[in-house]
């Protein structure tokens, strides 16, 4: 039986790289929200670990490539999306260029994940790029306030219940509330919050 978590506890131990697997239920919210035509080209999940998010992706008749800085999972490429050898021009180089790049990226390396993948889809057909953070990321704004200033910034998706994350079912109730945060190159309205169906 689950127990309660105390005050400021999440019931969930921290795991090297940030590898909390994503529910499907998470993935078809933002997929509910967003526009992401069948036609769209290929989607990007650069920290796809046990590939949960690329599953439903995929049986959504999209293409998806993954990647991962782990070598123990099944990924397309084995690839440290945070590492120093990396740039925008040898993403174009290496792997089909995204139309859209949506990840659930490790929460220490979140702002890396935007500011690179802002670069990338600043190229891309598509030019979405979607991210899974908690809910309160977008507060630090004297940190972090240039990312949601961000002209392609266009929506906050807050997910109506706490996530559980695979794996952790026995464990207590999670105290964190997430959000699906969404660029998009093309979007030319101020941002908004859309609350998911």
């Known amino acids: 039986m689950a127990r309660a978590p105390k005050i400021g506890e999440s019931g969930y131990a921290r795991i090297e790289h940030d590898v909390y697997r994503t529910p499907a239920w998470v ?6 929200e967003i526009n992401l035509p069948p036609g769209l080209g ?6 796809a670990g ?3 998010m690329a ?7 999209y293409r998806v490539i993954t990647s991962d800085i782990r070598k123990d999972v099944a990924v397309d490429y084995v690839f440290d ?10 993403i174009s180089g290496r792997f089909p260029m995204p139309a859209a790049i949506i990840t659930n990226p490790p929460y220490e390396h979140a702002e890396t994940f935007i500011t690179r993948s802002l670069s990338v889809i600043a190229e891309s057909p598509g030019g979405i ?5 908690p ?23 807050p997910l109506r219940q706490r996530i559980r994350w695979l794996g952790f079912e026995d464990k207590a109730s999670p105290r964190q509330n997430h ?4 660029w998009d190159r093309y979007n030319i309205l101020p941002p908004t919050i859309r609350y998911p169906r």
């Open 55 to 61: 599953r439903v992706l995929m049986t959504k008749a």
């Open 27 to 32: 993935t078809e919210a933002l997929l509910e």
């Open 81 to 90: 999306f945070c590492g120093t050898e990396w740039s925008a021009e040898m």
């Open 50 to 52: 046990d590939g949960d």
């Open 129 to 133: 790029l979607a991210l899974l953070l």
């Open 179 to 182: 959000a699906w945060y969404v």
């Open 135 to 157: 809910f309160e990321y977008d507060t630090a704004l004297f940190t972090r306030g240039h990312l949601f200033r961000h002209p392609f910034f266009s929506m906050k998706i």
């Open 42 to 47: 290929v989607i990007w999940e650069p920290a």
